[in-house]
């Protein structure tokens, strides 16, 4: 026993309780109510032991047969299932389950509390985060709001659930089919009859097994009416012949007649009377047996006509005397058939003033039924551009609502994109001046120690000079021959053209254009001049610059004055206060 569920072990218990009064009524009673708890929580079990894609199917169709059989008892199971089915953490089922238990509550219940019970199951799926699940009861409070007023309000907050539920998804193929196909029908009734197609056809769509409980076969009838109404009988014809499928497999005989006279109807208006004849006869007859007069009256109009065509007189009038003890008067289609049957009736029994009174009651019925007509047309153009006004905004706020996402992001991905490039371009200009004061370092470095090896050899000149005074009597240690080089030593130039190519390209990484600047300031200056501003702007003393030069300090002195005149320099103003502004 330990290892029962509660649930059995619940039902031993009552077992043992009442197992010495079997013959006791109670307890036969007893016994009873086990057994069915155990058979309910049996069928939850086998529901949850089934393939996820068939576990949906099979709570419905669980639903719809304890709901034919007891409503209350119907009521109480499904709550029970729907703890059991939260305990398995079945998000699917949880929702169907609610769903089922929220239109059970429904049933039989004034317009105020229905309300109040929507609102309530709403603000639970809320709580929940049942995104669709909030979406369809919205939608089925509109839609009983708009089977109550016909108000284009409530239409509108259809189509807008529907179009919320196609991108969210549905709770359940019984709700895509239902609110598919009542969106479908109200198009329909609006003689909007390619749009209510699209919907239907959708509602057709949504992987109920013809064999489910829930299967409403309905749809398809209005899918072929709508087909019919832009005369594409052949298409009428196809969905008739899958809808009478699936009544005859469920047996449902009234449902067999009026889908037969619907088939049968679509033959008559495309002109076939071969094919047309056989499905009217079985809808009159079926409508006749199951008491639906309306429907037979009309299958007996439709079949004296054809017979009527053929010359069938006798047979036509056992149709026509039908017609005329059943007919409602106030349908004024039905009448305009028969009327137009008498008509021709009394033409081929040549009772001619019958035939004209006839035909002047029929212009009469004809003329009242446009009027009216007229009107609903003109009441259904309304809804029907309203409807489609409402279409049309739903897809220009969608359109825009897109483009605004769209540009959201764009701006979002420029903004990053200008970021990266902000990055790339303040590394860049880091590295260019790293690089640039890493180039302009070694530039100065090779100037100072180019300039200070000039300098090195005007030293080692001096002292060759130094060293050449020595060999003049009454010095005689040095040779003839090495007094000869130190003399040619002492008047050699320093600068020669490629030490100057050399000098000018170091000197113009550290001072970029200040030579380019100096000649366009200065375009008359000689070589020799320019060697020699480029040498104050590098402080080298006059003495050095002589020695670098290969001139004496006093050829240093003449040109820096020379220089100044040239230039026009003021008498206050010297050469390295001029090659500053440079």
Known sequence: MAGWPLRHCFIKNILDIHYDNMNHPFGILMIFLACLVGKAYGQVDSILALPESDR?????????????????????????????????????????????????????????????????????????????????????RASISFHKQHNVPSIEVMMEKISTLEKIGWSSPYTRQSFYNLIGHTCYYYADYDLGIQYLKKAMDSSIPTTSLGYDFGLLNV?????????????????????????????????????????????????????????????????????????????????????????????????????????????????????????????????????????DTLQKVKARQEKIANKEMIDKAAMRVQVAKYDRDVQLLNAAKSRQILMRNAFFVIFILTGLIAILLLKRIEYLRRVNKEKLDKAEADLNRFTKSLLEKNELIQSFREQKEKTQPPYSGITEERSQSISELSH?????????????????????????????????LTPAEMRLLALTKLRIEPKDMADMLGISPDSIKKSRYRLRKKINLPEEGTLDELVKLI
């Not at 304890?66 to 089915?85: G, M, T």
């Not at 109404?229 to 497999?249: P, T």
């Not at 026509?320 to 008067?329: F, G, H, K, P, Q």
């Not at 053209?497 to 008359?524: A, M, Q, S, T």
């Open 56 to 140: 949906i199917i099979a709570l419905y169709d669980w639903h719809q047969s304890l709901c034919q059989k007891d409503a209350e008892l119907c009521k109480r199971k499904l709550a029970e299932a729907a703890i059991v089915f939260e305990d398995r953490g079945d998000e699917d089922l949880q929702k169907l389950t609610f769903f089922l238990t929220v239109l059970d509550q429904l049933q039989n219940q004034p317009e105020g509390d229905v309300q109040g019970i929507l609102d309530n199951a709403i603000e639970e799926a809320r709580q929940k985060d049942w995104d669709n699940m909030i979406a369809e009861l919205e939608f089925h």
């Open 223 to 359: 899918l072929g009416l709508s087909y019919d109404k832009v005369q594409k009988y052949d298409s009428a014809i196809a969905i008739y012949k899958l809808a009478l499928d699936v009544v005859q497999q469920k047996n449902i005989d009234a449902w067999v007649g009026i889908i037969s006279g619907n088939m049968g109807n679509a033959y008559y208006r495309k002109g076939d009377y071969n094919n047309a004849l056989p499905f009217l006869e079985t809808d009159f007859q079926k409508s006749i047996n199951n008491g639906i007069r309306g429907s037979a009256v009309n299958a007996s109009s439709i079949l004296a006509n054809i017979e009527l065509s053929r010359g069938n007189i006798q047979k036509a009038e056992e149709y026509l005397e039908y017609a005329r003890v059943n007919i409602d008067t106030t349908d004024l289609n039905v009448m305009i058939i028969y009327l137009g049957n008498l008509f021709t009736y009394s033409k081929l029994k040549k009772d001619y003033d019958l035939a004209v009174a006839y035909a």
């Open 492 to 524: 050699t130039a320093i600068l020669t053209d490629d030490d100057w190519k050399h000098f000018k390209l170091l000197f113009d990484e550290v001072y970029p254009g200040f030579l380019v600047r100096l000649k366009e300031k200065f375009n008359d």
